[in-house]
C-alpha cells in the first residue's frame, strides 16, 4: 500500500505579518514626508532671504542709476518688502512694487539706525543712513532664520 501524502504549504500572510508590514510602510511614508517638509522649508528660507537680498540690490541699482531722477528704498514688512522711489515711504504710491514672501517665512527684528522699517539709498553713491539687520525666519520653527546686513556703504549681505 501506497500512501499519497500531501504536505500542504500555507501560501497567505497571516494577519500579524499584513500589520508588521502596514506598519513598516507607514513608518517609511512618514520620515520620508517629514524629511521632504522640511526640506522645502529651508529652501523657502533660503529663497526668501535672497530674495530680500535680491529687492534691495534692486533698489540701490535703481538710485545709482538715477532712475526717472529718483532714489529709491525698500520698506521691510513682516511679510512683504516694497520697493518705492523717493525720499519717503507711501503706501498708496502705485509705482510701488511689493515683493511677497513665501507664507512659510516672515521678517523679524528690524534694527536699523534712526529706527523705522525703510532703507533709502542715496543718489550717486548708494549709500544709506539707515544700516542695521534684519531677520528673515522660518514661521513653523523660529530658531531657524537668516540674518541680513545692511552696511551704510549700501552693500548687502546675508548669512
Known sequence: MTYNRRLTTN????????LVAIGIMVASITIVTLSFSKLNANQALDKSADLAVS???????????AKNGYQYGVNLESDQ???FRGS???AIDSNNSITTLNALVGMRNISLSGGGTN???KKLSGQTDQSGTFEVYL?????????IY??????IESN
Not at 139 to 147: E, H, I, V
Open 81 to 83: 518688502l516694497v520697493l
Open 88 to 90: 519717503s515711504y507711501s
Open 11 to 18: 501560501k497567505g500572510f497571516t494577519l500579524m505579518e499584513m
Open 119 to 121: 532703507v533709502i539709498f
Open 139 to 147: 514661521k513653523a520653527s523660529t530658531t531657524n532664520f537668516r540674518t
Open 150 to 155: 545692511i552696511s551704510g556703504t549700501g552693500a
Open 55 to 65: 529687492v534691495l540690490n534692486e533698489s540701490r541699482s535703481l538710485t545709482l542709476s
